[in-house]
């Protein structure tokens, strides 16, 4: 099974783009996140014609998740447990084929100030409902999923400037070991499992100050899996190419291959 997770920033701005590349790498799951449209006006028809079952949860303007999947999606949960007032489209989870898998959109938490925000608070208390969810789908011993985009950069070789990002929402210490508690549940980090060290590998490159072209990326879109899906790895790679397309997200998918 190969699974796909893009932020791909607007389906609508973006879908000559994602129906390419979809149709080049032909991903078996998709889980996308800033579709930026309310869930009615979700271009489904046009990754219906593909094949996939979709399952979107969008709200107007920001944020919005989904699920494609070419096989049946069952069981559908449309909202992170935790807060019932929480409006923010940032969570859809659905069981293919015996593996239990979710889209995720953490808050960027954005500015942080001194980590007292109401942005920030409101990422470490999402984070902390994460980590409630994946610690109740690790106890049902389902192979587990959790795909998206984090917003969290991990470590220092995640991010090209590590002394610079130091204070931001993505890589303040708060951040980071409220990733780590998630991981410390028995949750495996796909990319970095099978790409141990140093090497920098980024998923996201800013619009601003040329980025792209230096390589000024970030490693943001992360797959967590529980122990029984950990197993099942085959391969978990960035693929670069939808990034120098033009009109691209400033995203680029995370593709991760499980031997089910």
Known sequence: MKIATWNVNSAKARLPNITEWLNEAGPDVVLFQEIKCETASF????????????????QKAYNGVAILSKMPVTDIITRLPGEPEDEQARYVEGTVNGVRIASLYLPNGNPAGNGDSEKYLYKLRWMERLRLRARALLDSSQKVVLGGDYNVIPAAEDVYDPVGWRE????????????????????????????????PAYSFWDYQAGAWPRNNGLRIDHFLLSPQAADRIVACEID?????????SDHTPVILTLDL
């Open 240 to 248: 670069k190419g939808p990034r120098g397309k033009e009109k691209a």
């Open 168 to 199: 931001d929402a993505l890589f303040r210490q708060e951040t980071r070991l409220k990733f780590q508690e998630i991981l410390a549940l028995g949750y495996t980090e796909a990319f970095r499992a099978l790409h141990p060290g140093r090497v």
């Open 43 to 58: 271009p489904a028809s046009a990754f219906e014609e593909l094949g996939y079952h979709v399952h979107a949860v969008g």
